[in-house]
T-cell receptor, first 113, second 113 residues
């Protein structure tokens, strides 16, 4: 049973560019959440998708957007990249209602130069 | 807003030593509390959880008790092993959310043989 898979694992962008990160949830899960983890910090909640709709959003600007597809996979898009967007982006999947019991992928490491 | 504070690391212990990692929280409601662990090169994994006051979560020899009176959820293990070396994150989920976790900064544990 494959767990949560994310791609790409590493990527380098320059300021002002746009990036798309992808996530496939664990088999059987219908809810995807995205987190940003800066170096030496705990993960910070970006947003959560269920039934192809954004259900909750953390304190992140509109430059951060997402999408969930009918097969429950998800994308995170970040526009107009800033140096401060450099971080590990984590995707987590769960069943809707399993509050807090998340299965995480290994993350996508984004470096903005 | 809700927050989690955990002891700063890194923590270095010898094998078979007793482990305590302190975690305190601030929340307006009645949160569920979690410990997640991140082993080197792997994604975050749920280690244990407690959903109400005086609940004790336990897994793999680790324990933590939800103490409402002291707003704490300290992680303990009686005898650590080298394989326990990892980063440990305390987190909370408020009663109204569906996967929105608030994490502490993490505590890195190194266990020496």
């Amino acid at each position: 049973d494959a767990g949560v898979t994310q791609s790409p694992t590493h990527l380098i962008k320059t300021r002002g560019q746009q990036v798309t990160l992808r996530c496939s949830p664990k088999s059987g899960h219908d809810t995807v959440s995205w987190y940003q983890q800066a170096l030496g910090q705990g993960p910070q909640f970006i947003f959560q998708y269920y039934e192809e709709e954004e259900r909750q959003r953390g304190n992140f600007p509109d430059r951060f957007s997402g999408h969930q597809f009918p097969n429950y996979s998800s994308e995170l898009n970040v526009n107009a990249l800033l140096l401060g967007d450099s971080a590990l982006y984590l995707c987590a999947s769960s069943w809707w209602g399993a509050a807090g019991e998340l299965f995480f992928g290994e993350g996508s490491r984004l470096t903005v130069l | 807003g809700d927050s989690v504070t955990q002891m700063e690391g890194p923590v270095t212990l010898s094998e078979e030593a007793f482990l305590t990692i302190n975690c305190t929280y601030t929340a307006t409601g009645y949160p569920s509390l979690f410990w997640y662990v991140q082993y080197p090169g792997e994604g975050l994994q749920l280690l244990l959880k407690a959903t109400k006051a005086d609940d004790k979560g336990s897994n793999k020899g680790f324990e933590a008790t939800y103490r409402k009176e002291t707003t704490s959820f300290h992680l303990e293990k009686g005898s650590v092993q080298v394989s326990d070396s990892a980063v440990y994150f305390c987190a909370l989920s408020d009663g109204g959310s569906q996967g929105n976790l608030i994490f502490g900064k993490g505590t890195k544990l190194s266990v020496k043989p």
